[in-house]
Structure formats: C-alpha cells, structure tokens
C-alpha cells in the first residue's frame, strides 16, 4: 500500500517540474475544504480553493436559529481571511474532474499536482414520494431552508403539531435531529405550550440516546414523543401541500413537518467518478486518497470514514491530517498513520449541554475506534456539568470557525 | 529516474516537523476561542493533565474520554507539539 501511494505521489508530480512550487486545488470551502487549503498553505503548498458560495453558512448552531435563539448571520463566514493569508480563492462551482485539472462551471480548468475535496453531501428529497421541500423544509444545509423552518414555526398557532423525521444511517450529523427535536420543544414549550412534536425516526438507537431521553423526560414531557421505527418512524409518503405525513403504520396531520431526507456524498463527487454504490467516497484512512481515482483526497461528510461522524469537528480534524498527508506525498515521503479526534455537543436548551467524543485510527481500511476511549458524557450528571458542556459548545465553535476561516 | 526527477524536485517543499498521532486535532477546540490555548504552555503541564485525566483523576467532562485514547508516549509527544509556539 505504502509502495504504491509512493509510487502513485512520483508520478503524478512529474508535470509540475517546470513549476516551483507543487498546486494543490481544494474544492468545497467548508468546515473540511476550508481547514485543508490554510493548512497546506501554512505547509508551502500553493493552494487554490473553488466554493461555489460567497459566504459560508454553518450548519452547527443552526438548530438554535430555527429555534429563535440565534440569529442567521451569527452562522455566516467569508473567505477573505483566506484570502489574506495568500491563498487563491475562486467562488465558483466545480463541474466535474478531469485527469488532473478542475472544470469549473464557466468552462475554465485548474490544474493539480492533487486534489482535495471536501464538497459535503447532496439530499435526496425524491426518495420520498410527494415530498416537495418547500412546504417541508429539509433544513438540513444552513440557508434559506433554515429561515423557512423557523417562519414556519412562528406561524403555527398554539396547538399545532410539529413532525419531524430523522433517516437512517449513515447521514450528516448523528445527533442533529434529536438536538433539533429538544430545541424546538423548548420554542413550543416556551412559546406554543398547547403543542406537541412527535419525531419519526428510521432507526430504533441513536446518538446520545440515554442522554436525550432523559433530557426529555424532565424538560418535555408529554410535549416531545419519539416513535422509532419498530413503532411506525418510518416516513413512506408525505402529501406536502395538505402537510400528512404517512408511516408504515399510520398517519399524522402536521402543522409543521421537517423531514430530513437520505443523503449521500456532495454531487460532484458522483460527477467526478469518486462515490461507490452506497453512494459515499471510499478513502485510505491514512492519506485519505480516493480508493477510485488517485490523487484525488476527499475528506468531511463525502467519506466513507468508518466509526468516525459526519461532524464538523471531523471534518476539521480531517482536513489537517489529510493537508500532512498531501504535503508529505508531495514531498515524495509516505505519509504517517495518523490517530484523529472528534467531539460532538448537543443543546437541550439553552445552558444545557451533553457530549460525544471518539478517537480513531485507520484499522482494516478504515477508521476505527480507539478501544477504550471516547464515550458520552455522564447520565445523571448535575446541571452545573450540563451548563459547562453548553458553555464548551460556545467555545468550540468559535474555535473551528475561526480555525477553518481564519 | 522518473520518479527521482520528481522527487528531487519536489523537495523545493520544505519539510517541516510534523504532528505526531492526535496531535493536531486538538486544534479543533484549543485555539482561544474559550478553551484553554495550549502554545505556550509547559510541556510538563500539559502532558501531566492528560495523564491525570487518562487515569481517572480530576473531574474533565470529556477530556478523560480523550485522553483514554492515548498512550504515555503518545500523550508526550501531543504535549511537546502543541506546547510548541507555531
Ligand atoms: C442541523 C445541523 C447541526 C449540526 N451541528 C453540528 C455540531 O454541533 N458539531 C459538528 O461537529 N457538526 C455539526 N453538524 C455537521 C456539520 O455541519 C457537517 O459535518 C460539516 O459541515 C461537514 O463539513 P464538510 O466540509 O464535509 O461539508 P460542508 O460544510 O457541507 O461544505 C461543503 C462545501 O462545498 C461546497 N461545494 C459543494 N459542491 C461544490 C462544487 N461542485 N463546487 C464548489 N463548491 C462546492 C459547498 O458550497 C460547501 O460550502 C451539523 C449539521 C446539521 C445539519
């Protein structure tokens, strides 16, 4: 394996020999794509990053805008830190990979030494029948969608029902539904007591189950019911513009339903030849290369990473091991197995906070759990634990945000 | 000699130390955005509270969880990295 990355890094650097410095193009300025392009910078790599958006909108803390606890451009960050450090920033979309060199939307081509994408996911909305996401906002990528569910929110009368439905694994953000769930029972129980949320859900175990449940047991109850598959969570159909959501074993009549589709890897990852069947991008977990196409790295929600979550933490903690692995190719060394971490928080409401944590390492092609560590945080804890982890959610978002955009 | 031609090079890419297994994670929280900034600190510090915490010792909501992961000589070398001012 280790001979063959070598052999692979040789080759695929031969064209830039009349250039004086390797080119590395990144494409995706998110929490990954924007970590690695100030990370190979910082190690003398010329970098160029492609995001199709002007500005960045986070999808961590946008459970507390959709529930009036934030607002949006609290969640919004540009790309002229980068920008000033040195990096090339072209905001425009990807069209697809070509051997070695980028096509962008406009026609224009960048060409690499190797590749870094980090484009996120694509949802799938069409493997609902009649869902139309306009009427049931997703919500599942900051923006418009967001604001859409919050309005929505605000505009149903007190007693209205709220569904909410969470897919199976694997998808962006295991926790983020049930931190979406808690936040909006506490918008209701705050704001619309006579309401109820009933969350769906396409599996019968989840992240921090035994954390959000007793959450829910003693700051909503009766007010927020999960129903997980086995009980009928399973969304079959919706009728969007009456708002009935359909399981396998009944139906209900929501006042707001925010059903979170199946994803998979961003679509130019698909356009670009870099997914599998499943649908997601298979990776060597030292390097982070493609398993497809070689030189080409992809890091962030697209992968397949094994234990490691689709978390902006991950994606961070990705993007700098995958920057050392670029650089060290580039230099024509092997790059060093590496061991990554991830924390992910969750809100319940405000000033109560609860944890997950793992370290990962690459074992049998993948990454694996570090046996022994990681875990949730303690059940039963006093609140002054749970106000603290709130407070660490605060700090470490504006740490990976200023991390990743400077 | 194709691949000695790249490599040679390529060696205009200035190598420089890099991060030993699990260090630069910890970058994702200890930046001074609230959390403890590491560069700077004594290496012994560092290397002592994660040593604490991965035997049991103080009261961490989730650096215990972490540093469990982690070998004494792997906890050394973190602690010599991120201590380092960069
Ligand atoms: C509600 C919610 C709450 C969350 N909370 C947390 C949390 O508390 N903690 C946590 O760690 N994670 C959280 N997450 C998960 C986190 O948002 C993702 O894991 C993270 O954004 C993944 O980063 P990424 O770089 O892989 O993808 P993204 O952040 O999605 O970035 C991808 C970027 O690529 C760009 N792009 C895509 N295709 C192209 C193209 N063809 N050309 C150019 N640019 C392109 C996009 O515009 C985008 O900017 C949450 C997610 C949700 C939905």
């Given at each position: 394996?280790?001979?063959?990355?070598?052999?692979?890094?040789?080759?695929?650097?031969?064209?830039?020999?009349?250039?004086?410095?390797?080119?590395?193009?990144?494409?995706?300025?998110?929490?990954?794509?924007?970590?690695?392009?100030?990370?190979?910078?910082?190690?003398?790599?010329?970098?160029?990053?492609?995001e199709r958006d002007?500005?960045?909108?986070?999808?961590?803390?946008?459970?507390?805008?959709?529930?009036?606890?934030?607002?949006?451009?609290?969640?919004?960050?540009?790309?002229?830190?980068?920008?000033?450090?040195?990096?090339?920033?072209?905001?425009?979309?990807?069209?697809?990979?070509?051997?070695?060199?980028v096509v962008l939307?406009?026609?224009?081509?960048?060409?690499?030494?190797?590749?870094?994408?980090?484009?996120?996911?694509?949802?799938?909305?069409?493997?609902?029948?009649?869902?139309?996401?306009?009427?049931?906002?997703?919500?599942?990528?900051?923006?418009?969608?967001?604001?859409?569910?919050?309005?929505?929110?605000?505009?149903?009368?007190?007693?209205?029902?709220?569904?909410?439905?969470?897919?199976?694994?694997?998808?962006?953000?295991?926790?983020?539904?049930?931190?979406?769930?808690?936040?909006?029972?506490?918008?209701?129980?705050?704001?619309?007591?006579?309401?109820?949320?009933?969350?769906?859900?396409?599996?019968?175990?989840?992240?921090?189950?035994?954390?959000?449940?007793?959450?829910?047991?003693?700051?909503?109850?009766?007010?927020?019911?999960?129903?997980?598959?086995?009980?009928?969570?399973?969304?079959?159909?919706?009728?969007?513009?009456?708002?009935?959501?359909?399981?396998?074993?009944?139906?209900?009549?929501?006042?707001?339903?925010?059903?979170?589709?199946?994803?998979?890897?961003?679509?130019?990852?698909?356009?670009?030849?870099?997914?599998?069947?499943?649908?997601?991008?298979?990776?060597?977990?030292?390097?982070?290369?493609?398993?497809?196409?070689?030189?080409?790295?992809?890091?962030?929600?697209?992968?397949?990473?094994?234990?490691?979550?689709?978390?902006?933490?991950?994606?961070?903690?990705?993007?700098?091991?995958?920057?050392?692995?670029?650089?060290?190719?580039?230099?024509?060394?092997?790059?060093?197995?590496?061991?990554?971490?991830?924390?992910?928080?969750?809100?319940?409401?405000?000033?109560?906070?609860?944890?997950?944590?793992?370290?990962?390492?690459?074992?049998?092609?993948?990454?694996?759990?570090?046996?022994?560590?990681?875990?949730?945080?303690?059940?039963?804890?006093?609140?002054?634990?749970?106000?603290?982890?709130?407070?660490?959610?605060?700090?470490?978002?504006?740490?990976?945000?200023?991390?990743?955009?400077? | 000699?194709?691949?000695?031609?790249?490599?040679?090079?390529?060696?205009?890419?200035?190598?420089?130390?890099a991060p030993p297994?699990?260090?630069?994670?910890?970058?994702?929280?200890?930046?001074?955005?609230?959390?403890?900034?590491?560069?700077?600190?004594?290496?012994?510090?560092?290397?002592?509270?994660?040593?604490?915490?991965?035997?049991?010792?103080?009261?961490?909501?989730?650096?215990?969880?972490?540093?469990?992961?982690?070998?004494?000589?792997?906890?050394?070398?973190?602690?010599?990295?991120?201590?380092?001012?960069?």
């Open positions: 394996m280790r001979r063959r990355a070598l052999l692979g890094a040789a080759l695929l650097a031969a064209p830039a020999l009349a250039q004086a410095a390797p080119k590395v193009v990144v494409i995706g300025g998110g929490f990954g794509g924007a970590t690695a392009a100030r990370a190979l910078h910082r190690l003398g790599v010329s970098v160029t990053l492609v002007a500005t960045y909108l986070s999808c961590p803390f946008s459970n507390a805008v959709i529930a009036g606890l934030r607002e949006m451009e609290a969640q919004r960050f540009g790309y002229d830190g980068l920008r000033r450090e040195g990096i090339a920033v072209v905001v425009q979309a990807a069209r697809t990979v070509e051997e070695r060199r939307a406009d026609g224009a081509t960048l060409p690499f030494d190797r590749l870094v994408m980090a484009p996120g996911i694509a949802l799938h909305p069409d493997a609902i029948p009649g869902l139309d996401t306009e009427a049931m906002p997703h919500a599942w990528r900051a923006g418009p969608q967001t604001l859409l569910l919050r309005r929505q929110l605000e505009a149903m009368e007190d007693g209205g029902l709220v569904v909410l439905s969470a897919p199976a694994n694997p998808y962006r953000c295991p926790p983020g539904p049930y931190e979406r769930a808690s936040l909006i029972a506490h918008y209701l129980k705050t704001h619309k007591p006579r309401s109820k949320l009933i969350l769906l859900d396409a599996k019968d175990a989840f992240s921090k189950q035994r954390l959000f449940e007793e959450a829910w047991a003693a700051l909503y109850p009766g007010l927020l019911e999960w129903v997980p598959l086995s009980s009928g969570g399973k969304v079959v159909e919706v009728d969007a513009a009456a708002r009935v959501v359909r399981t396998e074993f009944g139906e209900h009549q929501a006042a707001v339903a925010n059903i979170i589709p199946p994803q998979s890897a961003g679509r130019i990852a698909q356009a670009a030849g870099l997914t599998d069947r499943s649908g997601w991008c298979a990776v060597d977990p030292v390097s982070f290369e493609s398993r497809l196409r070689p030189g080409i790295h992809l890091i962030g929600d697209a992968i397949i990473a094994g234990a490691m979550p689709k978390s902006a933490f991950a994606a961070n903690a990705q993007a700098r091991v995958c920057a050392e692995a670029v650089a060290a190719l580039l230099r024509g060394e092997a790059p060093a197995p590496p061991k990554l971490i991830n924390t992910c928080y969750s809100l319940l409401e405000p000033g109560y906070g609860i944890s997950i944590a793992g370290v990962y390492q690459p074992k049998d092609g993948l990454l694996a759990d570090v046996p022994g560590a990681g875990g949730v945080s303690k059940p039963g804890a006093p609140t002054a634990v749970r106000a603290a982890e709130a407070g660490y959610a605060e700090d470490w978002f504006r740490t990976v945000t200023a991390d990743a955009f400077g | 000699m194709r691949i000695f031609a790249g490599l040679s090079l390529l060696a205009a890419l200035p190598a420089a130390a297994p699990g260090a630069s994670s910890c970058a994702g929280c200890h930046g001074g955005g609230g959390m403890p900034a590491l560069a700077g600190q004594p290496v012994e510090a560092i290397a002592g509270a994660m040593l604490a915490y991965k035997a049991g010792q103080g009261s961490p909501t989730v650096m215990d969880r972490i540093a469990r992961g982690f070998s004494e000589e792997e906890i050394r070398a973190i602690a010599a990295w991120v201590a380092a001012p960069r």
